[in-house]
């Protein structure tokens, strides 16, 4: 690759905190900077775990922006807008919520390129308070303005466009799972289980995913509390972290309601995420809305088989190498864990095919080509 041929891509994103959107934007800096590009990563909020895996990385220069909070935006956009003429990127990339209508602003005032990268399919605004709600409302009007609008999902983008957003500029790019980082290792697992206390006889059914109501815990407790009476060999584990305090005290007291205390590890954030995958004997989702979620592709790629709810792309992810239930349904998920726990050989089969459909489907280097496309075009359209 010429000098002539390199770009320079500015990401904006809130924190570098251990979230699946996080982790993709990690992988695919990585491969931006492996292939001779230049990468700036300008978080809100610094010091997320993630910080470290881009560490050292020839090209990659990863900036806090110091924002104070919710209200700290005239401060925090002159911020932005300081460091974006400092550097003098080719794109701009927003990545999520605030990240986009900022990256917006700046980018026009600079004429810089912009991108937003979107990932949720579907958002219960009724679990939050009133921000969540008018940033999706604020961007759906604002959404005819950026150069590109990357969305990890079908249902991603139908959800969008449906609520206003225009689709002019919208593409879909699926996440991409690295199969060489994320793969079958028994003992990471054996490791991993034997720190949580869950025996080799034991049969450990996980949920990787942040603390918030969107994830829905609620159901998965309930799923296990029916699930563990009928087969007391299930262990179970809640994987994430999460800044909703109230949320995380109620989820462990109805834990504890149903019973659970002495079969449920709370883990809270992990960055071994590929040794909580191997320790898992089944993955499962019971998210209310979900584009394409990390945590699941990641677990398929360690061969592990995936129990999820029918929201956005994850039917099409999972295909026939798991199953799919019907979202806040305790039941018809606790029936599918057991299906799959009372037979071994199924989980394998099961296991060895999901590794297979995301090494055919879901390569995170056909993922990073299709985005470096995009940014290129945008590039060599401003030069």
């Known amino acids: 690759m010429g000098l002539a041929d390199r770009l320079h891509v500015c990401f904006v994103i809130r924190s570098l905190e251990t979230g699946g959107a996080e982790r993709e934007t990690v992988e695919l800096i990585r491969r931006l900077a492996g292939g001779g590009d230049r990468v700036t990563v300008l978080v809100f909020y610094g010091g997320g775990q993630l910080e470290q895996d881009l560490a050292g990385l020839r090209g990659v220069t990863v900036r806090s922006l110091e924002k ?9 956009l002159y911020r932005l807008w300081s460091v974006v003429r400092q550097v003098r990127p080719d794109v701009l990339v927003g990545v999520l919520g605030v ?10 005032v600079l004429g810089v390129p912009v991108v937003w990268r979107l990932g949720a399919a579907f958002m219960d605004f009724s679990l939050y308070d009133w921000a969540p709600r008018a940033i999706f409302r604020i961007g759906a009007w604002l959404s005819r303005f950026p150069d590109a609008i990357l969305i990890n999902s079908e249902a991603g983008r139908a959800h969008h466009v449906a609520h206003g957003w225009s689709p002019a500029r919208m593409e879909v790019i699926p996440q991409g799972f690295d199969v060489g980082k994320f793969q079958p290792d028994r003992s990471a697992g054996m490791a991993v289980r034997a720190e949580w206390r ?23 407790l309930r799923a296990a509390a029916i ?3 009928k087969e007391p060999a299930l262990r179970f584990a809640c994987i994430g972290g999460g800044v909703d305090g109230e949320y995380r005290d109620r989820m462990e007291r109805l834990s504890i309601e ?8 709370w883990v809270g954030e992990r960055r071994d995420v590929m040794g909580c995958c191997n320790a898992l ?18 677990a398929m790629s360690c061969g592990v088989p ?11 992810l999972v295909g026939t190498t798991g199953r799919v239930v019907r979202s806040r349904d305790a039941d018809s998920l606790a029936a599918a864990w057991l299906e799959l726990a009372a037979q071994p050989s199924l989980r394998r089969i099961l296991g060895d095919a999901a590794r297979a459909r995301v090494m055919e489907h879901y390569s995170v280097d056909a993922a990073a080509r299709a985005f470096r496309k995009t940014f290129t075009t945008l590039a060599e359209r401003r030069r």
């Open 68 to 76: 104070r909070g919710r209200w700290d935006m005239p401060r925090f």
């Open 99 to 108: 990240a986009t209508e900022s990256v917006l602003l700046v980018g026009r």
């Open 281 to 298: 004997d089944i993955v499962t989702l019971t998210s209310l809305g979900e584009g394409l979620s990390n945590a699941i592709g990641e």
């Open 258 to 265: 149903l019973g659970l205390q002495h079969v449920l590890a």
């Open 306 to 316: 995936a129990v999820v709810t029918d929201v956005g792309d994850m039917a099409r």
């Open 198 to 220: 869950v025996r080799d006889e034991d049969l450990l059914i996980g949920l990787l995913a942040r603390l918030d109501p969107i994830k829905d815990h609620e159901t998965f």
């Open 227 to 229: 699930a563990w009476r």
